[in-house]
Structures are given as C-alpha cells and as structure tokens.
T-cell receptor, first 109, second 114 residues
C-alpha cells in the first residue's frame, strides 16, 4: 500500500514565526512531490513542487526533499494569518498520484 | 489565462440516479484528472485523461467513468448514485505530457446524494 502520511494538526504558530510541515511517503520510487494549500471550502492550490533532493525556495516557502529518508517538508517563513489553511502533500510515481490527509495550519496574530 | 472551470458547482441527486460533471482545462493543457474529496477519505484519484485516452485509473468501481473530447474538455459520469458518493469532485489539468508536471485544480462540483 503506497501511503503518504502527514500530521493532521492543527499546527498553531504565531504571526512572523516559521511554520514547518512534514510529510513521509512509503513508495521509494516516487518521482515528484507537491505541496498544495487548501482554504476551507475552496479547491487545492499548488504552491510548491520539488523533484530533486535538497531545498527549493520560492518567496517565503521552502520545500525540502530527502529521498533516502522518504521525507518531504514545507517551511513557511514569516507566517501570516492568511497562511492559515490545510496543506496537502502529494506524491507522484508512475502514473499514480497520492495525497496525504493534510495538515491544518493556524497562524495567530 | 483562464483557470480550470467546472460545471455545475452544486448538484443534488437522489440515490439510483446518474450524474454528469464537466471540466474545462486551462487552455493548452491536454491532461485532465478527476479526484473525489471527502472528509473521511481525503483526496482520492479517480482517473486521468490525455489526448482523449484514459491513461490512469484509481481504485473506484465501474460506476465512475469519464471521457475527454478533442478540445480537452472532460466529463465524468457516475451511475446508480449511492449516498457515499456525496463529495466534492475536483478536476485538475496539467500541461505536462508525461504527467510529472504540476496540476491546477478547478473549483469543484459539490455533489449531494439524498
């Protein structure tokens, strides 16, 4: 069974802090990794994708991938109340896309 | 560039009926995927179409089917509706031919089965 695991949260951080979201996956052959943000009542919005080991930065967001440990994370720097949402991790391999259950993040002013 | 559009946005059906949902991808995108999202099961992959061909299929019963037209628009059909089919149905499009690329989701169709 190919699993994608996320801590369901809620994860609460103060405004301006770094929020760290984690995701582990079981399929060692996984090729691509995605982070989506989903506001309540809305559809998922792609915010980051990463294919290679290491870090990838885009504005306040940094995705980190460690294939040996089967671990992908998302860091949100200078967290804002508008970042409060559910963050979904998605893992792709060989025509199979799997989503984690999501981590609910709350950023408190 | 316009985003992914889905119609209708909301739908109420009774058990045993069938339903057809529609999705128009981002212009130029040839891959369209369908997902079911429920509070209990999360986001689950239904199937993916590329150039009018179903390339991938998730683990759903045969009551769930789809198709894609030459203009890349896609439809999803659910026959003999069950209460458990109540969910948010999301369509996502991608420009990547080998499906390694990122997907962009539409607003979804909220289906309620009574």
């Amino acid at each position: 069974q190919k699993e994608v695991e996320q801590n369901s949260g809620p994860l609460s951080v103060p405004e301006g802090a770094i929020a760290s979201l984690n995701c582990t996956y079981s399929d060692r052959g996984s090729q691509s990794f995605f982070w989506y943000r989903q506001y309540s009542g809305k559809s998922p919005e792609l915010i980051m994708f990463i294919y290679s080991n290491g870090d990838k930065e885009d504005g306040r967001f940094t995705a980190q991938l460690n294939k040996a440990s089967q671990y992908v994370s998302l860091l949100i720097r200078d967290s804002q109340p508008s970042d409060s949402a559910t963050y979904l991790c998605a893992v792709y391999n060989n025509n199979d896309m799997r989503f984690g259950a999501g981590t609910r993040l709350t950023v408190k002013p | 560039k316009a985003g992914v559009t889905q119609t209708p946005r909301y739908l109420i059906k009774t058990r045993g009926q069938q339903v057809t949902l529609s999705c128009s991808p981002i212009s130029g995108h040839r891959s369209v995927s369908w997902y079911q999202q429920t509070p209990g099961q999360g986001l689950q992959f239904l199937f993916e179409y590329f150039s009018e061909t179903q390339r991938n299929k998730g683990n759903f019963p045969g009551r769930f089917s789809g198709r894609q037209f030459s203009n890349s628009r896609s439809e999803m059909n659910v026959s003999t509706l069950e209460l458990g089919d109540s969910a948010l149905y999301l369509c996502a499009s991608s420009s990547n031919m080998d499906y390694l690329g990122e997907q962009y989701f539409g607003p979804g169709t909220r289906l309620t089965v009574t």
